[in-house]
């Protein structure tokens, strides 16, 4: 086997895995509020609480995040990859910010918003970036290398 | 053009060219040292837990209203705010009982929710000429006076920097946060019986149900007693039985030592998982590491042929073992501690005991005897198949594979 053809079969598995851990990560945020690392329940008698929104706005980031997975495995055009990866990484950021410092979760500690959903939402968020700036870094240091081949 | 490898190259290529192999490897060490890091971080929080709490008791004896015990302990344990009041007579009492040296008693009251976002905090009011639990541990974080209207306040209770606390409309000034201690003590908010007064008095007049039929003069929560010397606790408690009726007596050591059992179950649980996970990890390293030493032969013989020794070839494993091993090692640490650290909260309210994570440098210990056992296991297992092939002969070891 070739080496061009052992390049372009790492490049597809590389492809593959960033694509369905995308789509898992994206499902995992939009989901997650709701479902395993849920946020406090919501009193129908009172205001709703800062972590209320934050559930709600990670659906929203989480599907996106999931959709790009999606497209990520579905396209045979591996131009898009790294772009895809640029989204992810900004997304990312995005939802290391939405808890943190835009949006918020209760502010006591023992809260289970405050105790579970916060971490298990900056540790998505790390991965998605960790993620998405290895594959860019990836990208990068291969069309450097074709270049400086071709050249 | 130089073109040498070296026998730690030659180890990476073998790594990297049998990926599937490394990578199986890799998982099983990762395991090892996830379960290892894990544990051991859990255990040592625990005891740190149990050790504060006893350090925080003080008292020998507590007593509280008759069927109030588990209240009581919900108090100090997981800080469960409650409240429930007994005549304050009974101080008088025990003082007098035979074998006690020291009473003080303690008031406790409930807040409401303050906000959307907070949860009720425990208020527990001591008398500051008589109290010798509450003060000693106060003055590790606070040297002044404790006035009027000034609270000393859990770890765990949120404030703002204006340093003043809102209860029942009425403001009150932040004299110190206490040091965590993974206890109910945490979210506990200390003052002494006048400032606890007024918040009784706030929350009359705010019209919270808990203060009906209470009168704050004669009432207390809890007794607190230190024994003389010379006399044990079964003795002062047997005492105290005789002499006073309608009071619940809980021992301080019994409290510990309930937990200490609780604690020593979780840790026999703990190590026999650790002890499965380790002997599942140990034999699926020992047959992959068999399989692959086997399999590769021929590799050993062409080494041989062209001028390696034995020892080098035992080397080139046990390298590939050792990075093998501290990858593993280095993975599972990662994975156990956005478990651990993140959830650090989670985990201690779920365990329902005293939990408390040990100082960053027992943490840092813990992670490099990790590291070491990790990579020090791989080697040992690898070394024993690697010594035996390379003690075949050159041409046997190449024609095996034939």
Redesign the interface.
């Known amino acids: 086997m070739s080496s061009t053809v052992i390049g372009k079969n790492k490049t597809k598995i590389r492809k593959y895995f960033l694509g369905a851990a995308f789509l898992l990560i994206g499902l995992l945020i939009a989901i997650g509020p709701q479902t395993i690392f849920a946020v406090?329940p919501k009193?129908p008698d009172?205001?709703a609480?800062?972590c209320y929104y934050t559930a709600r706005i990670s659906v929203g980031i989480g599907t996106v995040i999931a959709a790009l997975g999606l497209i990520q495995l579905v396209i045979r055009n591996n131009g898009f990859g790294s772009g895809i990866s640029t989204a992810e990484l900004l997304l990312g950021i995005l939802i290391l910010l939405v808890p943190t410092i835009l949006v918020g979760v209760?502010?006591?500690?023992?809260?289970?918003c405050?105790?579970?959903t916060l971490?298990?939402l900056?540790?998505l968020g790390v991965l998605l970036i960790v993620l998405s700036v290895t594959d860019i870094v990836i990208g990068f240091v291969g069309r450097n290398k074709r270049n400086t081949h071709e050249k | 053009m130089k073109n040498d490898i070296s026998l730690t190259k030659l180890s990476f290529i073998n790594i990297k060219k049998h990926s599937f192999r490394s990578l199986g490897l890799i998982t099983m060490t990762a395991i090892l040292s996830l379960f290892l890091f894990g544990g051991s971080v859990l255990l040592l929080s625990l005891d740190k837990g149990l050790e504060s709490m006893s350090t925080r008791l003080g008292a020998d004896i507590m007593v509280v209203p008759i069927g109030y015990d588990k209240e009581a302990e919900g108090v100090l344990l997981r800080g469960e705010p409650s409240y429930f009041y007994f005549d304050k007579s009974v101080e008088t009492k025990l003082a007098k009982v035979d074998g006690v040296d020291k009473v003080t008693s303690q008031f406790f009251l409930t807040s409401s929710n303050q906000d959307c976002c907070s949860v009720p905090v425990q208020f527990i009011g001591f008398d500051p000429n008589t109290d010798f639990v509450v003060q000693p541990w106060i003055r590790e974080n606070y040297s002044g006076r404790i006035t009027e209207n000034s609270i000393i306040i859990g770890n765990d209770i949120l404030y703002d920097e204006s340093g003043i606390m809102k209860f029942f409309d009425k403001e009150y000034e932040v004299a110190a946060v206490l040091d965590e201690t993974g206890t109910g003590f945490d979210t506990d908010v200390y003052a002494d019986i006048v400032t606890v007064k007024s918040l009784f008095e706030a929350a009359k007049e705010k019209g919270f149900g808990f203060t009906d039929d209470i009168d704050f003069e004669n009432s207390i929560s809890s007794v607190l007693i230190k024994i003389s010397d010379g006399y044990d606790i079964d003795t002062v408690v047997h005492n105290i039985r005789m002499n006073i009726d309608g009071v619940q007596i809980i021992k301080g050591q019994t409290m510990t030592a309930e937990i200490a059992d609780n604690l020593n179950g979780f840790r026999i649980f703990l190590l026999v998982l650790l002890l499965l996970t380790g002997i599942f990890s140990i034999v699926v390293l020992i047959l992959t590491f068999s399989l692959s030493v086997n399999e590769r032969r021929r590799e050993f013989g062409i080494l041989r042929s062209i001028g390696s020794t034995r020892g080098m070839v035992v080397s080139v494993v046990i390298k590939e073992a050792v990075i093998i091993g501290i990858s593993g090692g280095i993975i599972g640490i990662v994975f156990s501690s956005l478990i651990l650290f993140p959830f650090n909260t989670y985990i201690g309210d779920s365990v329902k005991l005293p939990y408390l994570l040990p100082n960053s440098w027992v943490i840092i210990v813990v992670i490099i005897l990790t590291l070491i056992l990790s990579a020090v296991i791989p080697p040992i297992i690898a070394s024993c198949f690697a010594v035996k092939i390379s003690r075949s002969e050159i041409y046997l070891t190449m024609r095996d594979n034939d």
């Open positions: 406090c009193d009172s205001m609480m800062a209760c502010k006591g500690e023992h809260m289970h405050h105790s579970v971490p298990a900056i540790i």
